[in-house]
């Protein structure tokens, strides 16, 4: 294994995503067969079927979770690629975002985990693609539709899913655009409370059942899963994202005036993330794995601009505090 990621290949960079997925499904089949941590609080629509599935057939969904993992790294990492986010090329996005998304994911609810992450992965992935001059609309719909599902598995997510679409609509200040938008995020609810409605349930009641109850906490859940090395982990995950946000601010950078904005959008991102981790009671664990897929697509220009050595200690201490949670 290569430590320094910055020189990896895509082929280096594809196995150490696949051995970290493998772990991953082994560990959640062997570990949680059954288990759930889902106390009450402010449960999402579509939550409670997800892990009612994975109680259901355990093996299959261990399989589905390794399946998933693979494709969402894949998903979101190769938006970076081509949008040209760093000074120089580089696909160490894909073994950081494998590292990092480990550490966060395993817990007896990692269904609605991956389930969250994949969505996530499929908004930033396509969102990326929007800040260049010539934007392709369905990219921007999809991102939306992405963004406003969100709150239909996890109720977390409804800081998110407003404070993006409002920083893209400034950004961008079309019309056209702003109803693209609009328009994606309101989709999956109106779907939601549609198919409700249908079923014979109060169309408003429906839409409160999505974006209210914010209030109501779930705290339980969130106690059970910051044990002390989840918060090892979760330290060095914000110290080496502080350590590269500086570097970004301080270091004259050679990019585009669209990766600036994608930069200004995943650190607004990460911001809305832990003050919802902080400050809103119904927060849950999978606002610390959207957090460290987020982080883990900046972390490439910290280890870009590091000696050899030092991205090598940084990515061995990032390594070794991802598997601190399974201690």
Not at 142 to 170: E, H, N, Q, R, W
Not at 285 to 309: E, G, K, T, W, Y
Request: proline share 6%.
């Amino acid at each position: 294994m290569i430590l320094d990621v910055t020189r990896h290949k895509f082929s280096e960079a594809l196995l150490t995503l696949l051995a970290f997925a493998v772990v991953a499904a082994v560990v959640a089949g062997v570990l949680y067969p059954d288990a759930s941590n889902i106390v009450g609080g402010a449960e999402a629509p579509l939550q409670p079927f997800i892990s009612q599935f994975k109680v259901a057939h355990p093996t299959l969904s261990a399989v589905l979770l390794g399946a998933l993992y693979v494709y969402l790294v894949l998903r979101l990492t190769r938006s970076t690629v081509r949008v040209d986010i760093y000074p120089s090329t580089t696909l160490s996005a894909i073994a950081l975002s494998a590292v990092a998304l480990f550490g966060a994911l395993l817990t007896p609810d990692y269904a609605v985990s991956i389930v969250v992450a994949l969505f996530v992965a499929e908004a930033y992935g396509r969102l990326l693609y929007c800040f260049s001059p010539s934007l392709r609309p369905h990219y921007l719909f999809s991102a939306m539709m992405a963004l406003g599902a969100l709150p239909l598995f996890d109720k977390t997510f409804v800081a998110l899913s407003l404070v993006v679409p409002l920083y893209v609509i400034i950004s961008r200040a079309t019309l056209r655009e702003t109803a693209l938008t609009l328009i994606g995020l309101a989709a999956p609810t109106f779907i939601y409370c549609y198919v409700m409605w249908l079923m014979g349930a109060d169309f408003v009641a429906s839409f409160e059942a999505v974006w209210m109850d914010n209030l109501v906490s779930s705290h339980l859940t969130l106690a059970s899963y910051l044990t002390i090395p989840r918060l090892v982990y979760l330290g060095v995950v914000l110290f080496l994202q502080l350590l590269t946000s500086v570097l970004y601010l301080s270091k004259p950078l050679p990019l585009s005036g669209g990766a600036r904005d994608v930069w200004r959008l995943l650190h607004l991102s990460v911001v809305v993330l832990l003050v919802s981790l902080f400050l809103l009671p119904a927060a849950s664990p999978s606002i610390v794995v959207a957090m460290s897929l987020l982080v883990a697509v900046m972390l490439p220009l910290l280890f870009q601009f590091a000696s050899a050595v030092n991205a090598a200690l940084a990515y061995l201490l990032l390594v070794f505090a991802t598997f601190a949670p399974l201690l």
